[in-house]
């Protein structure tokens, strides 16, 4: 047996609330995640979940979420298992119970190349990769002129409709919680709103994301300024291999440091018919997603 490795005991599974907070924070910084309290209050504000606990001791050994995104997706996220847990198929345990909270739901998260062969025996499948860039920004690259501006709240709407069409999913809680705790900015092409970007605090700094946009050049021109408004400050985007913006962020000071597997699971019974459900308001031009809200809300 390792030395690191407690003999395997009896595990209780209970419903993840805020008494577990500080428990599930001192999991996090073990495992060497940036989050703060209030990172993890706010995922937990958004999602149910559950904690494991030491039969014998009450102590939190294992904690997973999983947010809902309506009928239509769910992300399974914070999937952490204490160090000294490992190996006794405690993470296998913690998936299923957040796969059976999320139901029906196609299902997405972002795995570490150690949790990959789990999450495939479980039926994800992989999509894409996901590139985490971080550091103190610099200056940016010229880019072309678009017409960005800060969004207000009467622009949520429009936000709310460009999510979901490149998400596939209705994020609006979400997107209320971001507003409240952050910014936006809108881009606009012919003066209809074509793209979004988020910024708020997170970790050891502030993120951007989610951003929407129709193209990289729109991407950049909501990323660029929010770059160049925070001379030296520490700033974070989770971005995909697919976006192609690595190269231009690590131009503008976010280097590459890491990232994931994006993984997706079908849902285990067919979704209702497109005409069966009321129609959503979508905006004209196809958009997609050029930086995740995070790693863990996608």
Not at 27 to 40: K, V
Not at 96 to 110: F, I, T, W, Y
Not at 132 to 161: F, K, L, R
């Amino acid at each position: 047996m390792s030395k690191n490795t407690v003999p395997k005991r009896a595990i209780d599974c209970v419903a993840f609330g805020p008494k577990h907070l500080d428990d599930a924070l001192a999991l996090s910084r073990q495992a060497q995640w940036p989050h703060r309290l209030e990172d993890w209050s706010l995922t937990l504000s958004l999602s149910q979940g559950l904690v494991a606990t030491d039969a014998e001791t009450s102590r939190v050994v294992g904690t997973v979420l999983m947010t809902p995104y309506g009928e239509d997706a769910a992300t399974i996220n914070m999937v952490i298992v204490d160090e000294g847990w490992r190996g006794q198929g405690l993470g296998r345990r913690l998936m299923d119970e957040a796969m059976a909270l999320a139901g029906d739901r196609p299902l997405r998260l972002v795995a570490t190349t150690d949790g990959l062969p789990l999450y495939e025996k479980l039926g994800f499948r992989e999509i894409g990769t996901v590139l985490q860039h971080q550091g103190e920004a610099g200056p940016v690259p010229p880019i072309a002129a678009e017409d960005v501006t800060p969004a207000g709240t009467v622009d949520h709407s429009a936000i709310a409709a460009l999510d979901r069409q490149a998400f596939g999913a209705d994020r609006g809680l979400l997107l209320e919680r971001f507003a409240q705790l952050g910014s936006f900015a809108l881009l606009r092409r012919n003066g209809v709103p074509a793209g979004f970007a988020a910024l708020r605090d997170f970790g050891r700094g502030q993120v951007i994301g989610p951003v929407i946009a129709p193209d990289a050049d729109g991407a950049k021109a909501l990323i660029g300024p929010i770059i160049a408004a925070h001379p030296g400050k520490f700033l974070r985007v989770d971005t995909t291999a697919d976006a192609g913006l690595g190269p231009w962020l690590a131009d503008c000071g976010l280097r590459h440091v890491g990232g994931g597997i994006g993984m997706r699971r079908s849902a285990p019974t067919p979704a209702p018919a497109a005409a069966a459900q009321a129609p959503a308001a979508v905006p004209a031009a196809p958009v997609s997603i050029y930086a995740l809200a995070s790693q863990a809300l996608g």
